[in-house]
Nanobody, 120 residues
Framework: QVQLVESGGGLVQAGGSLRLSCAAS????????MDWYRQAPGKQRELVATITNGGITNYADSVKGRFAISRDNNKNTVYLQMNSLKPEDTAVYYCNVDVILDSSTRSNYWGQGTQVTVSS
């Protein structure tokens, strides 16, 4: 099994910054893509940013130029640096990882979510 532990959420004023972390632990062979999603009240969960095992990144248009995703493969951890935060960034943020468990098994896991609240 794989466990994901998120941290770094909180309350911040508009224009401020937060850094989210998501650490994977357990028994697995490797990790492929690592993603951050978010879900605001009354809205569907949306993909915010993704990073491949090779470090290729992609972002939702709404966060381009403000958010940066990175990963430390030695620590099996993905980060989301969020700058110039806006009230519309308020949501629960979830990490999602695509894991190779063994030579024939691939699975996907979600973190528990961390609340980010941006006040105006």
């Amino acid at each position: 099994q794989v466990q994901l532990v998120e941290s770094g959420g909180g309350l911040v004023q508009a224009g401020g910054s937060l850094r989210l972390s998501c650490a994977a632990s357990g028994s697995f062979f490797s990790i492929n893509d690592m993603d951050w999603y978010r879900q605001a009240p009354g809205k569907q969960r949306e993909l915010v940013a993704t990073i491949t095992n090779g470090g290729i990144t992609n972002y939702a248009d709404s966060v381009k130029g403000r958010f940066a995703i990175s990963r430390d493969n030695n620590k099996n951890t993905v980060y989301l640096q969020m700058n110039s935060l806006k009230p519309e960034d308020t949501a629960v943020y979830y990490c999602n990882v695509d894991v190779i468990l063994d030579s024939s098994t691939r699975s996907n896991y979600w973190g528990q979510g961390t609340q980010v609240t941006v006040s105006s």
